[in-house]
Each structure stands twice: as structure tokens, then as C-alpha cells.
């Protein structure tokens, strides 16, 4: 369990976002697919989902990076660039006389992040 998914999160997703959009789409059945973080798998998740006529499978563990599209095209290089520009900008600004590094500036931040940006989408 994490800040950003638990159980109590999911069952807030498909009452907020899942059952409607069946709804809308006036499906009898639809099918999720979800990876095995166990806040997905809770039991009022499941009823739930029951509930909705939703059939539900598990990515095998270890597979969701490479099954998501965001994640293998765009967020894994963009994250490779911009820790190699960190990486960059603490060499050229690390300091040997006193052994620090300063405090960025927002606009070499911005820059930096801009940089990695266009590695991605070159």
C-alpha cells in the first residue's frame, strides 16, 4: 500500500470513474485489467466490481511496465534523460574546493527537464 493507490482509492475509482463510464457506454460487460498491487484485489474491490458486471485479470507480476505504453515509450527515457542531465549539472557545478554542490535555480531546472524533454520526443 502506498500514498498514491490502496483499496479505499480503488473503490473510490470505480464508483467515480468505472461504473459511470459503463454506464455511458451502455455495456452489458466489460473487462479490467489491472496489475497485482494488492490494493486492487481487496474483497469490497472485488464485490464491487462484481457489481458492475465487470470480469476482472491480473497482469502476471513484473509485466506492467512492459504492458503500459506511457510507461515504456515516454516515462521510463524521459526519466533516464532528466537524471542524466541531474547528473550533468552536478558535475559541472560541483565545487572540489569545498566538496558542495549549490542550490539549483529554477531556470536551470527548467532547462534541464527541457532538455531531457527533447531527448524523448527527438
Not at 473503490?11 to 459511470?20: A, D
Not at 489491472?34 to 509485466?63: A, E
Not at 512492459?66 to 560541483?94: A, C, R, S
Request: hydrophobic share 40%.
Amino acid at each position: 500500500e502506498n500514498a498514491w493507490n490502496n483499496g479505499e482509492l480503488m473503490l473510490e475509482w470505480v464508483e467515480r470513474v468505472l461504473n459511470p463510464w459503463i454506464k455511458h457506454c451502455g455495456r452489458r460487460r466489460s473487462l479490467l485489467i489491472m496489475d497485482d498491487f494488492k490494493g486492487h484485489w481487496v474483497d469490497p474491490v472485488s464485490t464491487r466490481l462484481q457489481g458492475c458486471n465487470v470480469d476482472v485479470t491480473c497482469i502476471p507480476p513484473g509485466y506492467t511496465a512492459k504492458l503500459q505504453l506511457l510507461d515504456v515509450g515516454i516515462n521510463k527515457p524521459f526519466h533516464d534523460y532528466t537524471l542524466n542531465e541531474l547528473d550533468d549539472w552536478m558535475m559541472e557545478m560541483f565545487d572540489e574546493t569545498t566538496g558542495r554542490l549549490p542550490s539549483p535555480k529554477r531556470i536551470d531546472i527548467a532547462w534541464r527537464i527541457d532538455q531531457a524533454w527533447a531527448s524523448v520526443t527527438q
